[in-house]
Structure formats: structure tokens, C-alpha cells
């Protein structure tokens, strides 16, 4: 079975600082892992995935992440953060190979200081 | 391109009750998948439709049931509604299946009293 752990419900950053919002997970197989955003009463928006390559990916409104497989890691990170980065964020995983059906963490709350 | 579309946005059901929730995909896109966001579970993934047909299912119990069109729309159904079934019910829409990049519609807002 596969899994993902957000270890942090919430996180909080001041304005203008690097974030990082942590993700490890667990499958049997070749990963593919997503990140994906949620604003206040609105649905999931996608960041960014991994599938295979570069271990540093860069996705959507400057988010990057990177993919570490000895750790089974996929945190998701942004130089410098604003007001506006202020929402949830999911980590998801599947496994390559077919119609996989997807795994999403609980959920990181980001909330950035002004 | 209309994103993906959910109505109705808010639902209010008593227990008993049954409820069908619909979701219009991007023009184009065959796959469909429902998932139930909680505050407790996050995000959990009830089923996927392609083609008219359910390629994937979750564990949750048979009063949870869904349906494709050949026009790639899609319906969810609960019956014998409980109140442990307030949730906000989302709908995503994607190319090929759930590993590719999905798009997800506002929410069906449900709440049961």
C-alpha cells in the first residue's frame, strides 16, 4: 500500500523568508509524486509533479521541489515567500505503471507573516 | 477553456436522505475522480471514471456509487445519508488518470443534519 506523511500541520514563515513544506512517502515502485495547492473555498490546484529525471523540479508561482529517493522525501520550496503563498498544500503520490490511483497527505497549513 | 464545474456548490440533506452531485470536466478530458476532503481525513479518494467506465475505487462503503456519461460528465450518488457524511465532495478532471496532472472543481459542500 502506498502512503504520504505531512509531518506539520501548520506552518509559519515570515514574509520574504525561504519556506518549506515537508513530504516523505512510502510505495512499492517508481514514484510519481504532486504537489498541489488549495485557496480558501476553492478547489486543489497543481504545482508541480515528479515523474522521473531531475531530482529538483520547479512548478507553478515559484515553487520548486526536490526528490530525494534515500529519503523517500518530496518537500516542496520557495526562496521567498509571500502573503499570497498563504494556504494548504497537499502532497500526493502514485506509482508508475497503469491507471494508479493517487495518495494524498492530510495537509500543510501555510501561513506567511507579513 | 471552462474549468471543471461542480453544482450544486452547497447542499444541506437530513440523515436518511439520498444525494446526487454532478461535475462537468474540462472539454476533452475522459477521466474523472471524486474525492471527500474532511477536516480529520484530508483529502480521501472515493472513485474514477474513464470512458463510462470505474477504473478505480476507494474504500468507502456501497452508499457511495457514481456514474459516467458519454460526454465524460459524472454524477456521485450517497444514499442513506449519515452525518459523518458532511464533507466537501471534489471533483477532478484529468487526460489520462490520476497520475497525470488533475484539475479540480470547487467543491459540493455537503452538510447532513
Known amino acids: 500500500a502506498q502512503s504520504v506523511a505531512q509531518p506539520e500541520d501548520q506552518v509559519n514563515v515570515a514574509e520574504g523568508n525561504p519556506l518549506t513544506v515537508k513530504c516523505t512517502y512510502s510505495?512499492?515502485?517508481?514514484?510519481?509524486l504532486f504537489w498541489y495547492v488549495q485557496y480558501p473555498n476553492r478547489g486543489l490546484q497543481f504545482l508541480l509533479k515528479?515523474?522521473?529525471?531531475?531530482?529538483l523540479v520547479k512548478g507553478s508561482y515559484g515553487f520548486e521541489a526536490e526528490f530525494n529517493k534515500s529519503q523517500t522525501s518530496f518537500h516542496l520550496k520557495k526562496p521567498s515567500a509571500l502573503v499570497s503563498d498563504s494556504a494548504l498544500y497537499f502532497c500526493?503520490?502514485?506509482?508508475?505503471?497503469?491507471?494508479?490511483?493517487?495518495?494524498f497527505g492530510t495537509g500543510t497549513k501555510l501561513q506567511v507573516i507579513p | 477553456k471552462a474549468g471543471v464545474t461542480q453544482t450544486p456548490r452547497y447542499l444541506i440533506k437530513t440523515r436518511g436522505q439520498q444525494v446526487t452531485l454532478s461535475c462537468s470536466p474540462i472539454?476533452?478530458?475522459?477521466?474523472v475522480s471524486w474525492y471527500q476532503q474532511t477536516p480529520g481525513q484530508g483529502l480521501q479518494f472515493l472513485f474514477e471514471?474513464?470512458?463510462?467506465?470505474?477504473?478505480n475505487k476507494g474504500n468507502f462503503p456501497g452508499r457511495f456509487s457514481g456514474r459516467q456519461f458519454s460526454n465524460s460528465r459524472s454524477e456521485m450518488n450517497v444514499s442513506t445519508l449519515e452525518l459523518g457524511d458532511s464533507a466537501l465532495y471534489l471533483c477532478?478532471?484529468?487526460?489520462?488518470?490520476?497520475?497525470?496532472?488533475?484539475?479540480f472543481g470547487p467543491g459540493t459542500r455537503l452538510t447532513v443534519t
Open positions: 477532478a478532471s484529468s487526460n489520462g488518470g490520476q497520475s497525470y496532472e488533475q484539475y
Open positions: 510505495v512499492s515502485g517508481n514514484p510519481y
Open positions: 515528479y515523474i522521473t529525471g531531475d531530482n
Open positions: 500526493a503520490v502514485s506509482v508508475s505503471g497503469g491507471y494508479q490511483k493517487v495518495t
Open positions: 472539454s476533452g478530458h475522459r477521466s
Open positions: 471514471y474513464f470512458s463510462e467506465t470505474q477504473r
